[in-house]
Nanobody, 115 residues
Framework: QVQVVESGGGLVQPGGSLRLSCAAA????????LHWYRQAPGKQREVVTS???????TYITSVKGRFTISRDHMKNTMFLQMDSLKPEDTAVYYC?????????WGQGMQVTVSS
């Protein structure tokens, strides 16, 4: 049985940092491409960053230099380090893992950036 569990969201002031975690069980984690998506109120879900199985990363322009995606092979966990957070980063953040037709989502974590 596959389980994907996110943690680490919350409220932070502008300029602050948060780290999201997404732990997977029941899959061969190393084979999967990893993604973080977010959905702000009234907006469509968008992909924020991706990490392929060979280590290549991509970021949307608005988070480049502030967000970092990574993975821990030993712990079957992926991370999103978010620094210099802005109010416009406020959204529900979802982790996503994909390998071919296999696709798994985390439950979503609220991130609120506000003073």
């Amino acid at each position: 049985q596959v389980q994907v569990v996110e943690s680490g969201g919350g409220l932070v002031q502008p300029g602050g940092s948060l780290r999201l975690s997404c732990a997977a069980a029941g899959i061969n984690f190393d084979q999967y491409a990893l993604h973080w998506y977010r959905q702000a109120p009234g907006k469509q879900r968008e992909v924020v960053t991706s990490l392929t199985s060979d280590g290549s990363t991509t970021y949307i322009t608005s988070v480049k230099g502030r967000f970092t995606i990574s993975r821990d092979h030993m712990k079957n966990t992926m991370f999103l380090q978010m620094d210099s957070l802005k109010p416009e980063d406020t959204a529900v953040y979802y982790c996503h893992m994909r390998w071919g037709i296999l696709s798994y989502w985390g439950q979503g974590m609220q991130v609120t950036v506000s003073s």
